[in-house]
């Protein structure tokens, strides 16, 4: 019996340490999240945490800047569940704006339009989920109706890396002169802070743009892409292609195009620079300074696939760029033709010859096919470009600069 009831109290010791122990990492996570959270366009502020043994009370700001420099603010109020294992954490969002807040009410119908959980385990994983609620808006001219979204996330706390996931039903516009229509948006990303890598694939199931006499339709669209640190120091490569299935114009007479693909890599841009000009975008010194190291460091660009089946037939290209260190910015910009001097590159496109059809690019097509920068062979319009320090030819035949 004694034994059995030492056994009882060494578990529910333990039970105790680790519902303390979870609640004393959920505090200190928390601060080390709001003083790593914070740039130009997105700040945080920690009012107050009010910390007990098997619950916490968490009162923040959420600050979020938009390209016009406005700035819209959420206040959050967090309640937190301490168990032995995690820690749960219920957060109630709205606008700091009371008028602003009203606005966005009627738009949902709720005061709950904006939902958020989260769960932080033993071993320092975050987990959460997003809701946003669906909303609608009408008056004489225009209509908007948006469907849910939600966003998934998990977070390893000890390096900042994870993923996430974005599942939108998609939004209906519908105004005088244009309707727009968006279905089945999901977007999946892995991000790593400390290496600041990153992965992405979206999937858009459908787009419609409707105007007078006119419609668009994008289906069946995929992009992916990557970021992660170079081979020189201090640079970054990316990744990028974008895939759609089918493109639809109707203008009167419809034409699809279909397997449209653009596979796109940089290589080697200065990440320092990279960053100046994301987030100081005010300051022209700044920015001047930054563009000048981004041109003086050199950069690679490959566009490795350029395709689409169009109804006049197959267009199909490529281009690979190589910019050499050390280009003068303030030369370049008083004298363009500078660039190719630290520009090394060659370029290919093949375009059905049943384009000389069309009205709108016959005349243009034409003139290229005169002055020689297009040539007519095998039931293609060609053109072939290389670039090499200065030395610019088309087709095989060298043009001056």
Do not use: C
């Not at 999937?203 to 970021?227: A, F, R, T």
């Amino acid at each position: 019996m004694k034994k059995t009831s030492s056994i009882l109290s060494f578990l529910g010791a333990v039970l105790l340490a680790s519902t303390y122990f979870i609640g004393e990492m959920a505090a200190r996570e928390t601060d080390k999240l709001f003083l790593k959270q914070q740039s130009q366009e997105f700040s945080s502020r920690l009012i107050s945490y009010e910390k007990n043994f098997f619950t916490a009370d968490v009162l923040s700001e959420v600050t979020v800047t938009l390209e016009d420099e406005k700035s819209v603010t959420f206040s959050i109020h967090s309640r937190i569940k301490h168990y032995p294992y995690k820690a749960v954490i219920d957060n109630e969002i709205s606008l700091s704006d009371n008028a602003l807040a009203a606005k966005v009410e009627k738009y949902f119908g709720s005061e709950k339009w904006l939902k958020s959980q989260e769960e932080v385990s033993i071993f320092g994983n975050l987990s959460g989920s997003l809701n946003l609620t669906a909303g609608s808006y009408e008056n004489a001219q225009d209509k908007i109706s948006s469907r849910p979204l939600q966003l998934d996330y998990q977070v390893d706390l000890q390096d900042y890396s994870g993923s996430a996931q974005i599942n939108w039903a998609g939004a209906d516009v519908i105004s005088s002169g244009t309707d727009f229509s968006i279905e089945s948006v999901q977007l999946f990303s892995d991000f790593s802070s400390l290496s600041g890598s990153y992965t992405y694939f979206s999937q858009i199931g459908k787009i419609i743009v409707k105007q007078k006499n006119y419609q668009s339709i994008l289906q069946g669209l995929e992009l992916k892409g990557s970021s992660q640190a170079g081979q020189k120091a201090d640079t970054v490569d990316t990744s990028n292609e974008w895939k759609i299935a089918s493109y639809t114009v109707n203008d009167g007479q419809q034409k699809v195009f279909t397997d449209n693909q653009v596979r796109l890599e940089i290589k080697g841009l200065y990440s320092p620079a990279l960053d100046i000009l994301a987030n100081s975008s005010e300051n022209k010194l700044l920015v001047e300074n930054a563009l000048t190291d981004l041109l003086a460091e050199g950069a690679e660009l490959n566009l490795s696939k350029l395709t689409s089946q169009t109804p006049w037939g197959e267009v199909d290209g490529y281009i690979q760029l190589t910019l050499q260190q050390g280009a003068p910015l303030m030369q370049v910009l008083s004298n363009p033709f500078m660039l190719f001097d630290y520009v090394n590159g060659k370029a290919k496109l093949a375009l059905p010859e049943s384009l000389l059809e069309e009205a709108a690019v016959a005349e243009s097509l034409q003139m290229g096919l005169r002055t020689g920068f297009l040539k007519h062979e095998n039931n293609q319009l060609s053109l072939e470009t290389y670039l090499e320090r200065g030395e610019f030819s088309v087709n095989g035949r060298v043009i001056p600069l």
